[in-house]
């Protein structure tokens, strides 16, 4: 073969190895991709007399872990809790997603129930209450001295109440995860146990994070927005490991 043909045809052989070499654009895998597009949004529910200023670390923390996050303006969650209800649907329907995490503090978790409970039946995915009262608490507790002074909120919040007692009755749906997150040292739901949830994932912060002294609004902040953003986080709710503990 001539020389300046053999030179041709070897640079022709280059040129196309490059190409070769070249890969192919290829779809990221399963755990490469953004999973987070997956994920239903969550509404966050303040509590008695609470604004949605009291929920901002609760959405940081899931924001952080790539959540959408709406937060009900409960107008101070002074109000009968059944309206508070109506305000979390008009929320939910305001997403535009057919299914929704909730989450709710105090007051706020009983809110959430009688939604998920109701109007929302279909639409919870997963619901964590956080410091609730489900059976009631006193009001000493409340630090209400006069029954005249207690809400209409407040009255369904004490042991005993209708409202209580029809939740009770009504029981924890099995279509949706149900987790509860308390503190032994919470001083506002009296007993402490009184926010344990019959059918829901129990999780005393204590248990998880040692000898922790949160008071009621302790649970606003650390470590329980990195709780909260555990018990979300997955095909299922599981109790979070100590590692939630340390995060912040």
Do not use: K, Y
């Given at each position: 073969m001539?020389?300046?043909?053999l030179?041709v045809?070897t640079?022709?052989?280059?040129?196309?190895?490059c190409?070769?070499?070249?890969?192919?654009?290829t779809?990221p895998t399963?755990?490469?991709q953004?999973?987070s597009?997956a994920?239903p949004?969550?509404?966050?529910?303040?509590?008695?007399g609470?604004?949605p200023?009291?929920?901002?670390?609760i959405?940081?923390?899931?924001?952080d872990?790539?959540?959408?996050?709406v937060t009900?303006d409960n107008?101070g969650?002074t109000?009968d809790?059944?309206e508070?209800?109506?305000?979390v649907?008009?929320?939910?329907?305001g997403?535009?997603?057919?299914?929704?995490?909730?989450v709710?503090?105090?007051a706020?978790g009983?809110?959430?129930?009688?939604w998920?409970?109701?109007?929302?039946?279909?639409?919870v995915?997963?619901l964590?209450t956080i410091g609730a009262p489900?059976?009631g608490?006193t009001l000493?507790a409340?630090?209400v001295?006069?029954p005249?002074?207690c809400?209409?909120?407040?009255?369904?919040l004490?042991?005993?109440?209708?409202l209580?007692?029809e939740?009770?009755?009504?029981g924890v749906p099995a279509?949706?995860?149900?987790v509860s997150?308390w503190?032994?040292?919470?001083g506002?739901?009296?007993?402490?146990?009184?926010a344990r949830?019959?059918?829901?994932l129990?999780?005393n912060?204590q248990a998880?994070?040692g000898d922790?002294?949160?008071r009621?609004?302790?649970?606003l902040?650390?470590?329980?927005?990195?709780?909260v953003?555990?018990?979300?986080d997955?095909?299922?709710a599981?109790?979070?490991d100590?590692?939630?503990?340390d995060?912040?």
């Amino acid at each position: 073969m001539p020389l300046r043909l053999l030179v041709v045809v070897t640079l022709l052989g280059v040129l196309a190895a490059c190409g070769d070499d070249d890969p192919a654009p290829t779809e990221p895998t399963p755990t490469e991709q953004d999973t987070s597009a997956a994920q239903p949004p969550v509404v966050l529910v303040p509590g008695l007399g609470g604004s949605p200023t009291d929920m901002a670390l609760i959405a940081n923390a899931l924001e952080d872990d790539g959540r959408t996050t709406v937060t009900v303006d409960n107008q101070g969650g002074t109000a009968d809790l059944r309206e508070q209800a109506a305000l979390v649907d008009e929320a939910v329907r305001g997403t535009g997603a057919e299914e929704v995490d909730v989450v709710g503090f105090s007051a706020g978790g009983i809110v959430a129930r009688l939604w998920a409970t109701g109007d929302g039946a279909d639409a919870v995915r997963r619901l964590v209450t956080i410091g609730a009262p489900h059976h009631g608490t006193t009001l000493e507790a409340l630090e209400v001295s006069d029954p005249a002074d207690c809400t209409d909120a407040c009255a369904q919040l004490l042991a005993g109440s209708d409202l209580l007692e029809e939740l009770d009755a009504t029981g924890v749906p099995a279509d949706a995860d149900w987790v509860s997150i308390w503190s032994d040292s919470d001083g506002v739901v009296d007993p402490a146990e009184s926010a344990r949830l019959d059918g829901a994932l129990d999780v005393n912060v204590q248990a998880v994070c040692g000898d922790l002294e949160l008071r009621h609004l302790d649970l606003l902040g650390h470590p329980v927005p990195d709780l909260v953003a555990a018990v979300l986080d997955g095909e299922e709710a599981v109790v979070p490991d100590a590692s939630a503990c340390d995060a912040g």
